[in-house]
Each structure stands twice: as C-alpha cells, then as structure tokens.
C-alpha cells in the first residue's frame, strides 16, 4: 500500500477518533516510520508470529493500550467507534482486518511513553521512541533511517 493511502485511510480515519491533540505531523511521520518498520505495509499479520495489523501489535502490546492509564478511556472510545469489544483477543483479532483500529491503537501505544513525540526530524529520538514503545524482538536500526525518510517525505509532501 502506498504512504499516502494509509495516511487516507487507516491514519486520518484513526486520528479524527482521538483527541486533537495526539494529532501533529510527528505522530504521522512516527506512525508511517513505525509501520513501514514493522511491516512495511504489506503484512497485516506477522509471518511465523502472532503480531496483527500494519503495526504489528501481540496480544501484550494490546493488552497494554486497554489497561495503561494515559491509554485506556480513548481505546475503549476507539473500541466503540470501530464495534469492537474492547478486550485483549478481540481487539487483537480485529486488527488484521481494520487498519483504523489499528492505527489507533499505535497512536496511543505512542501516547503511554511519558515524553513528547520527537520533532519530525529528530531521526535518533524517533528510533528511542520506537525501541521504548514497540520492544521489537529483532531491532533493524540500519532501516530506520531510510524507512524514516520516507515517511518525513510522505508528510511533508501534504503538508505546509
């Protein structure tokens, strides 16, 4: 899928489900870089593993966007929007197949980490953030760096 389709349609639809200030271009270019990342928005489940949707969420990291208190009341309203039970196995079942929920569960895995979103070009403090939030089990630094650049790119070809 293209960058600008998943803009259009998993990030804009999840953002407008969430409150506007968890909407900035940071949180576009984090959520593109940690998608294309995760799974290059082709896979919308892991290959060999149990993670779902473009960002690639396992049952914990669920688990932890319901429970955690910065995170909790906006994915029970995420939940609600996209008529989905807001429990740990539904919500990780749905995300194969709704990459709005899934988007908005990754905006608000984003949101549970205490510091602010790094500045869109702050490439070094993206990757923290990324390493903090998603604990990926095999961490591939040497792509952050393109795959970041192409996300920079994607956002600030639409916007100001």
Known sequence: MHLSEVR???IAPALALLPARMTSPAAEVM???IGL???AFR???QIG???HGYWMFEPAGVRGVLRHAASHAHALQVCNARGVQPAGAAVHAALEGDDTLAAAFARLLLWTDPAPLPAVDAVGAAWDLYLRTWRPG???KSSWGPLYARALEAVREVSP
Do not use: D, I, V
Request: hydrophobic content about 30%.
């Open 8 to 10: 259009q349609q998993a």
């Open 31 to 33: 959520l593109l870089a």
């Open 37 to 39: 990342q995760e799974s």
């Open 43 to 45: 896979y919308r489940h």
């Open 49 to 51: 593993g149990p993670a």
């Open 138 to 140: 095999k961490p591939h």
